[in-house]
């Protein structure tokens, strides 16, 4: 490949360089240890060194030098990675360069030329970023040394590999890096040492790039404590960009369970291509910045002039196409950007294909021309079928019409700039159930009143109506530096709910789906749900003092919006801070318009805000505290800690300021949110801290700064808004106001502008993405602290033990989830249940997790051992078992004494674990979801259990949509509280089938074991003991017994021999009854007869088991449980991948 020249003093540095083609300009080198006569380990010996002392080689085995025959300066120019490659480039050197070279004169020109020949063929390359994916073939082999290396599943799916070195301290080790959908791994073999490294991305907590003195450059990786740094990466920008949607992808997919169903390339992690996460991560990147839909998706950029009718002149940008819209943004963004919805247009004409031009005629008579594009005549074709239009010949006399209009639109806007008149966009509000917004209702302007504050309300509607006229109005208004000026400004009252829908996007969601919210509102009228209640309790705790918040219109307006919402997106449901927004929301926008604004507030401008877990505003915390660190230095050195921020700040994100700040204020606020994002709130938060720098500096603790940020925020004022007085202290938590200064909000957003406008966009999101791993992972080692804390009082196991078991039943919950986007493990994850509920198996999750930590090597029959303990943990019957019903079961078969240990054995043979017969098996599929045969054989063929048409477990209340079993929590909440101990009093008797069982179980836990004789004999003994002790129990409760009394000694020696030789067809061949009974029996008592004859009770079956001394030294026998947990952690994907 092209390399940006660069600089080299020395041609044979440390002589690691061959020389194998030259000429007077160009060397072609080859490193020591590749090619012929090389060895591979002397060139990955070589190759290591030659990474850290040869910045400008990186890792490439092959380059090309240019130098002048009277310079000792040589400069890199190309590098590959195989001699194929390499001479490929050399080749095209003497064809295209060297002829040319002989007309300079001197060296300077020639250097000149072949550096900018050089640059303008890396910019063509450059062009043309969706390159083909990788040499198929180089890529299979690639593929290849993956699975032999790493022993990962077969579905596990390659998504690129990079060429790199990782670094042990020290100690560079030059190897390849392999990013796959569901893991990130590293190998290297050199002298003899070899390196693997395997994380899952889903353990990562820090993905960054760095440098330092040792490393100019590396990505950073931080995973179960340990650091990880990768260098001498020939593209690390790229990489790192995969690295960070890969991670991105799983945290989505694993945490969020995000389906992807609107991206193809996503929905399926078996087919996760570099190419398909490019494509993803440009489509956010178009949706986010002009305000999009979540279901638009980037089809076409081309690169264009826009003529802009209020600048007199054409502005360079990029047109963006997605399904439903056409955007233009300028080259930086900042210039000017414009939304044009696929409705909106009316035409689409080339006036001449010399100028590459064609004209988008859209609604209310305006026209954009642009022009310049390469692919001009596709493009209108795309987006005459797009926007519905024909071309044919029977529509040519409309089409000239159009054509004349469009064409004096445009001679006009050429003309007579200053001209230019623009048709204001009318929103249709029928559907509204509340057609005016509350602000309208309960402040009338007065128009007669000519007070200071309303003529400067009226000179900024008119500064408003100027903007309209040069810019235009509606969805497709052209957005400049003079918006946002505007903005900082203030809005004017009138115009705000209508700028609040353009700005966010909200008008195009409520365009699109006429109706909508009516239906809602219909459907969700008179549910109850958890959402339902919380929003009942908060709805008088919203701007209670607002006069449009003290009567039954505004808080039925509040609760229709937020009912509708819930009912909407079950997932977020209702969060508190909701209804403080949205009654801001419908103090200034109708009724539906507030719908759609706190659809595009939740969904789109901020992310994971509103869930029980406010992933997102943590995440804009940390975002916040790296802002501080960067702009405010002496605040850092004063305060070290910044999480006190962290804390403050948290209503200032969720709320938008609005809970700190008097209504009047807050609204300025919030003009600014809609506009710019998250990124006007966080650049207010700086300012309000700069603003307050020496006080906050002075004070002594963090009570002492709440009280100075809260006065501060207390003395900040609209000395502009015409609110009543009554209106304007409605939302002030303090009435009582600094008298000694005031702070004006609008010359503290300009002060935030001016002082901290530089941050983009583009920083905060990539800030956003670093910091929601870390906020993640702290989230999820809070929620592992705290069932550890829980388990912990239940359990023998320490606590490090407990944290390596709860990483490996994560681990096998993610494991069933990596492969597929419809686990129903990842279906059912909510992190909003409770701890305990979060990560739970299914049985084949679990009989994988136990076959690897069952504390009996030697069993035989594990599948089935395990299907009946599943059953027995499973208390309430849902299918599935947590981490607490998982451990208490393996500290009894670990830690327990020995009749705990007996007692658990002696429950695995009684129902529910135990089924006995077929038919019973049959019905039990259903109760248990698991599969109706337990022959080990077949379990592999079965699902784990059957699942409703959803393919969601449900064990809790849903929350959102359904109704809400309150009673069922209480219940089961007081059966844990009055839970007794059970005593071995409790238990059941065993019956004969389940007594051959238990002892055929008895020769299955030892079957292999070194003592393996005598400890059958030992269970042969007990067997004919017990079974002897129930016919002399028999004998006397039947004196009267006939002669025929060979018949049940026959029975006891039947069924003594089926549990010695272990097996099921000898035990169901057993007689089940024995003719004892006289003459004057009835023959319906004889299976009572038989039922009391073949049962025992636990105290009998462990008086028993006590006089065997090899089979209490077996149980009491300890278990190395940190062999086994280390055995597990390194058997746990390798098991998964012999599958």
Not at 996 to 1019: C, D, M, W
């Amino acid at each position: 490949m092209w390399l940006k020249p660069e600089e080299i003093l020395l041609k044979n540095a440390f002589k690691l360089w061959v020389t194998e083609k030259d000429n007077d300009y160009f060397v072609l080198q080859r490193r020591r240890g590749y090619g012929e006569g090389g060895g591979g380990l002397t060139g990955l010996l070589v190759g290591t060194l030659d990474t850290v002392l040869d910045s400008t080689s990186k890792v490439a085995p092959y380059r090309i030098l240019h130098h002048t025959p009277d310079s000792q300066v040589y400069w890199s120019i190309a590098c590959g990675v195989t001699r194929e490659e390499i001479v490929q480039h050399w080749e095209w050197l003497q064809q295209n360069i060297m002829r040319t070279l002989s007309v300079f004169d001197s060296s300077e020109d020639i250097t000149s030329f072949v550096q900018g020949k050089i640059r303008g063929l890396i910019a063509e390359e450059g062009k043309s970023s969706m390159v083909l994916e990788e040499d198929p073939e180089k890529f299979r082999e690639a593929h290849l040394r993956f699975e032999k290396w790493f022993e990962l599943p077969s579905e596990e799916k390659l998504v690129t590999y990079y060429s790199c070195s990782y670094w042990r301290g020290k100690v560079p080790c030059q190897g390849w890096l392999y990013l796959s959908t569901n893991f990130l791994c590293f190998y290297s073999y050199l002298l003899g040492s070899e390196v693997k490294l395997v994380i899952s991305w889903d353990e990562i907590w820090r993905l960054e790039k760095t440098s330092n003195v040792i490393l100019t450059e590396s990505i950073h990786v931080l995973a179960h404590g340990e650091d990880h740094y990768f260098s001498m990466l020939l593209h690390l920008n790229e990489t790192f960009v995969i690295m960070e949607q890969l991670a991105d992808y799983s945290i989505k997919r694993l945490f969020d369970k995000e389906a992807f169903q609107r991206e193809p390339a996503l929905s399926d992690p078996l087919q996760i291509t570099k190419r398909g996460l490019e494509a993803h991560a440009k489509s956010e990147q178009f949706r986010t910045f002009f305000r999009l839909p979540k279901e638009e998706n980037l089809l076409e950029v081309h690169e264009s002039f826009l003529w802009v009718p209020f600048s007199h002149f054409n502005t360079l940008g990029k047109i963006c196409l997605s399904e439903n819209y056409l955007c233009f943004a300028s080259q930086d963004g900042s210039q000017c950007h414009v939304i044009i919805p696929m409705r909106e247009v009316v035409n689409v004409e080339k006036p001449d294909s010399g100028s590459r031009a064609l004209t988008v005629c859209v609604r209310g008579k305006r026209a954009l021309r642009f022009s310049e594009v390469r692919d001009f005549q596709r493009l209108a074709n795309t987006l005459r079928s797009r926007c519905g239009i024909s071309a044919s010949p029977q529509h040519s006399a409309s089409s000239e019409v159009i054509r004349g209009e469009c064409q004096s639109l445009i001679n006009h806007f050429e003309d007579n700039p200053e001209d230019v008149t623009l048709m204001v966009g009318q929103k249709d509000s029928s559907k509204a159930v509340s057609t005016e917004a509350l602000m309208t209702v309960f402040h009338p302007q007065d128009v007669e009143n000519l007070d200071p504050k309303m003529l400067k309300e009226k000179m900024k509607e008119q500064s408003w109506n100027i903007h309209f006229s040069e810019y235009g109005r509606g969805t497709s208004m052209f957005f400049t530096r003079k918006t946002r000026d505007l903005i900082v400004r203030g809005v004017p009252e009138a115009l705000r709910g209508e700028l609040w829908m353009l700005f966010s996007g909200a008008v195009n969601d409520m365009a699109t789906h006429p109706g909508y919210y009516t239906e809602l509102v219909e459907q969700s009228l008179g549910t109850s749900t958890l959402a339902t209640d919380e929003i009942e309790r908060d709805l008088h705790r919203s701007l209670p003092e607002h006069p449009a918040f003290q009567s039954d219109t505004g808080i039925s307006a509040l609760r229709r919006v937020l009912t509708a919402y819930a009912y909407r997106n079950p997932k977020i449901g209702y969060c508190q801070a909701m209804n403080i927004l949205t009654s801001v929301l419908l103090l200034y926008a109708k009724e539906e318009e507030a719908f759609w604004l706190l659809v595009a507030v939740c969904e789109r401008m901020l992310p994971d805000y509103f869930n029980r877990r406010i992933i997102g505003a943590l995440v804009d915390q940390a975002v916040f505290e790296d802002l501080i660190r960067e702009n405010l230095p002496q605040l850092v050195e004063h305060m070290t800690d910044l999480s006190f921020f962290s804390s403050v700040s948290l209503s200032w994100f969720l709320t938008l300021f609005i809970s700190v700040l008097p209504i009047e204020s807050a609204v300025n606020v919030v003009d600014c949110f809609f506009y710019d994002g998250i990124k006007a709130i966080l650049q207010l938060g700086l300012a309000v801290l700069d603003y307050n720098m020496e006080a906050l500096i002075s004070c002594h603790d963090d009570a002492e700064a709440v009280t100075i940020l809260n006065k501060f925020f207390d003395s900040v004022t609209n000395k502009d808004s015409p609110l009543p007085p009554t209106v304007q202290q409605a939302s002030v938590g303090n009435n009582v106001k600094a008298s000694h200064f005031n702070v004006d909000i609008s010359e503290l957003i300009r002060e935030a502008y001016e002082k901290y406008g530089n941050i983009r966009s583009e920083e905060v999101e990539s800030s956003r993405k670093r910091n929601k791993l870390h906020v993640i992972q702290t989230l999820e080692d809070t929620t592992k602290q705290n069932v550890i804390r829980v388990v912990s009082q239940e359990v023998k196991f320490s606590a490090s033990q407990l944290d390596e078991l709860y990483n490996l039943f994560k681990r096998q919950h993610f494991l069933s989830c990596y492969w597929t986007m419809k686990s129903p493990a990842l279906l059912h994850h909510d992190p909003s249940l409770a701890y305990l509920e979060q990560y739970q198996l299914g049985f084949q999750q679990f009989s994988v997790l136990f076959s690897l930590l069952e504390p009996w090597a030697f069993c035989t029959s594990k599948s089935t051992l395990s299907l009946w303990i599943f059953r027995l943990i499973d208390e309430n019957q849902d299918g599935l078992v947590n981490f607490k019903e998982f451990c208490c079961a393996l500290d009894t078969l670990y830690s327990g004494s020995f009749t705990n240990k007996l007692k658990f054995l002696f429950k695995l043979h009684l129902p529910p674990a135990f089924t006995g017969s077929p038919l019973h098996l049959k019905e039990q599929r259903i109760q248990h979801f698991i599969p109706v045969t337990e022959d080990s054989s077949h379990l592999s063929r079965l699902t784990a259990f059957d699942l409703p048409e959803d393919g969601v477990i449900r064990k809790s209340p849903e929350r959102g949509r359904g109704k809400v079993d309150l009673q069922a929590y209480l219940k089961q909440w007081q059966n844990e509280i009055l839970k007794k101990e059970e005593t071995i009093k409790d238990l059941p008797r065993i019956n004969q089938t389940q007594f051959i069982q238990f002892s055929k179980t008895l020769y299955n836990i030892f079957h292999g074991n070194p003592e393996e004789e005598s400890l059958y004999r030992a269970v042969a003994h007990v067997t004919s003991l017990l079974l002897r002790m129930e016919e002399v129990g028999r004998r006397l409760q039947e004196p009267s017994s006939p002669p025929e009394s060979t018949k049940p000694a026959n029975t006891t020696a039947a069924a003594a021999a089926a549990a010695e030789e272990a097996s099921t067809e000898e035990a169901s061949t057993t007689p089940e009854t024995a003719d004892t009974s006289g003459s004057h029996n009835s023959q319906d008592a004889a299976p009572d007869l038989s039922e009391l004859e073949w049962s025992f009770s636990f105290e009998q079956v462990l008086a028993s088991l006590l006089n065997e001394p090899a089979l209490v030294s077996f149980f009491e026998r300890p278990v190395d449980v940190h062999a086994k947990l280390g055995q597990a952690k390194v058997a746990q994907l390798k098991l998964k991948a012999n599958k």
